[in-house]
C-alpha cells in the first residue's frame, strides 16, 4: 500500500503555451511563481507525449523522449528527464487520443509523480492510475505542494470509484490484483435496484461478474457510476503495445504465466507493416528501424507460445504486401457479436459498437491483467443519446456527421469525456453498417468512453454472410436499450441539416461547415489526399471514393496532389478488385496500399514530411505530429477526392 500522506519534492513543469516560458523552465532552471495563471497547453494528447516512433521502446528508455512530440518542437530529448520535476500541470483534456500506455509511463519514468489538469481523458487516467502516477484536476494543490504540505492519498481518491480508489491506494492495477486475487481486497458489491437501462448498461449488467469464486455473471442492474468487473468476450492487441503488455504480463506473473482462453485472445500485425517506406533517415541512424522490427518479432513469439491467433502479413505473387487487416475492420468481419463485450488495446476499439456490443480500449496493464483474469473494471459510464433522423443529402455522409457533432460545445469542453455515445432513431438505422462504423469510431474523439449502436437485421445479415454464424443465434444476442432509459445529454440531429464538413489542423473536434471554410480562407492548397485507415477504409468509403473519381474523370480531371487510398482488410480490398474500383483508381494515377494503420500513425506511405504541407485525410484525428509535421484537415472520402482533384480544401460539387 502507499503511503498515505505524501510530499512532492520536485519541482513544478507547467506546460503554457507561452514557448519562452516553456524552455526557460526546461532549460534554465527557472521555477514560476505564478504558472497556472498562464494560459496552459490544452487538448495534449497522447500522440504528443509519446509519438509514434518513441512507442517503438516500451521500457525505461522511454523516460528520454517524454514530450518530444509536444507542439512547438521544445521539448528536447531527456528535456522532461533531466529538469527534477515531479508534478505536471496543463489546461484543459489531458491524454486525450490514442490509448497508448507508454504515454503516462513516459512521465513516470522522467519522475513525474502527479498531473495535475482541467479534465483528464478516460483511458488517460485509468492508464495514470494502473501504472501508480496520480491525477488531480484541483489546482489548489499547487499551492500546498510548493509550500512543502503533506498531501493526504484521499486528495487523490476523491470522486474515484471504490475499485480506482484501491487501485490509487495499492499503488498500481498489479499491486491491487494481486491483493484482490489472495483474497486481501475485493470490490464491494453492487446492489443497485432493477431500473430502466441504456444499452451499454445493459450489457455491463449481463457481463458483470456476480461472484469471482464460481465465474456468475449478470446482476440485475447498474448505473453510472458502478463499479465491478465484467467478463470479456474478445481480447485484442497489436504490435505497438503487445511487447509492453507480455513484459508486464509476465513482470507481474511469472516467466510461465499462461493466457486464460487464448482462444478469445487475438494479436495483430497492422501497424507498422510500411513503416519502412517512410521511415526518416535519422529515425534509421539511431537505430529505430530494428527496434520497431523487434515489436512484430516479440509479439509472434508471445502469440505462439501462448496459442493466441496472430492476424499477420499477407503474400501475393510471392510477396509480402501488407496485413490480412487492421484489427477494428477485422473485429467487425470476423470476431464480434452483438451484446458482446470487446477490449483492445486501441482507443477505436470502440468501432465495434457499431455491431452492437460493448467494445472500448484498454491500455497494456489492464490488458495483461486480463490475459490473466479475462476480466476487465468498468466505471458504468454515463451514455449521451444522439439521434439522427431525416436523410442525409447528396455528397453527405457519417463522416460529416461526426465532425458536426464533434464541433459542439458539448464536447469542445470536455464535458464529452468518458461518456458512450449511443446512436438512435431511424436515420442511424437507414445508414449501411459501414457508415455506422464511422460513428462509432469516432466516439473516442469526443473524448468519449465508446459508441454504440443497437444490433438489427443489418447488422445479424453481415456476420451472418461473413462467417455463416446462425441468425437465430444472433438475434437472441441482441441487447437492447429500455425505454426510460437515462440519458445525460440528448441530441436531436436532422440529417438534412448536416453539410460537408472538414475540421481544421490540431483537433477533429475543429469542424467547420466546407463552404464557411471555403469562404472565410479561399483556395486552401493540398499537396496530400489520403483516404484509409480503419475509419475511411471501408467499403463504403470505396464506394464513395470511386464516385468522385468517376465524376473527375468523366470531365476530363487529373489529379493535383498525391493521392492514395488504402484498405481496412484484405476482404475489403477483395471488395474494391470486384466492384473494379482497383483498376478504377491505378488508372486515375491514386497509389493503392494494402491493409495496414499506416499514414493515420505517421507510419506509411501519405504521412507529410515538412510542416509546410497540408494533407485532406479521411483519417480519424489531426492532432498536431500524428501523421507528420504537416497540416492535416479531416474530411469525408467525397472531399478528400475533390480536394486531390481540385487542388485545394473543396468538395465535389466544386469539380
Known sequence: MRDPKMKFEG???????DEKLLRAQLYDGVDLPDGKDHKLIDNISTDELTPGWVCYYYDETLARYCLVGLRGGNVERDGIKNGGFSVIVSGVSKGCGSSRETAPFSELKSGIRLVIAKNI????GQNCQNI????????????????GEEISIEEFTKGLDPIATEIVRHGGLFAYNKARLAGETAPPPVETAPRPMTLCEKIISNRAIADAKTGELGIPAVAPGDALFVRTDVRFSHEYVTPMASALFKMGLGEDAKVTDPASVFAFRDHLTFLDRIMPKKHVEMGLKEQAASLATVQESFAAAQGMRLYGEVERDGKTVGSEGICHNIVIEDLAEPGQLV????????????????????????????WFTKDVRVKVPESVRVNLRGQLNDGVCAKDVMLHLLSDEFFKSGDGIGKVLEFAGAGTMAMSLDERATLTNMAVEAGGFTGIVEADEVVINHIHKLRGTDKEHLRREVVAADEGATYCKTFDIDLSDVAPTVATPGDPRNGIVLSAFRQEHGEVACQIAYGGSCTGGKKADMDMYAEVVRKAL??????????????????IR?????????????????ELIDPSCGACIKAGPGVSFTPEEVTVSAINRNFPGRSGPGQVYLASPYVVVASAYLGYVGGPDEL
Not at 481523458?121 to 488517460?124: D, L, M, P, V
Not at 486501441?346 to 486480463?370: E, K, L, P, R
Not at 474494391?576 to 488508372?587: D, H, I, K, N, W
Open 554 to 571: 468523366d470531365k476530363g480531371l487529373t489529379l493535383k496532389a498525391k493521392t492514395y487510398i488504402q484498405f481496412g482488410s484484405q476482404k
Open 343 to 370: 477490449i483492445g488495446t486501441d482507443s477505436h476499439t470502440c468501432m465495434g459498437g457499431a455491431i452492437g456490443c460493448f467494445a472500448f480500449g484498454v491500455g497494456s496493464t489492464d490488458m495483461a491483467n486480463s
Open 121 to 124: 481523458e478516460k483511458i488517460y
Open 11 to 17: 519541482r513544478i513543469l507547467y506546460l503554457t503555451e
Open 132 to 147: 501508480g502516477m496520480l491525477t488531480s484536476t484541483d489546482f489548489t494543490l499547487i499551492d500546498r505542494i510548493k509550500n
Open 574 to 590: 477483395d471488395y474494391a478488385e470486384t466492384m473494379g474500383y482497383v483498376q478504377l483508381f491505378e488508372s486515375a494515377g491514386v
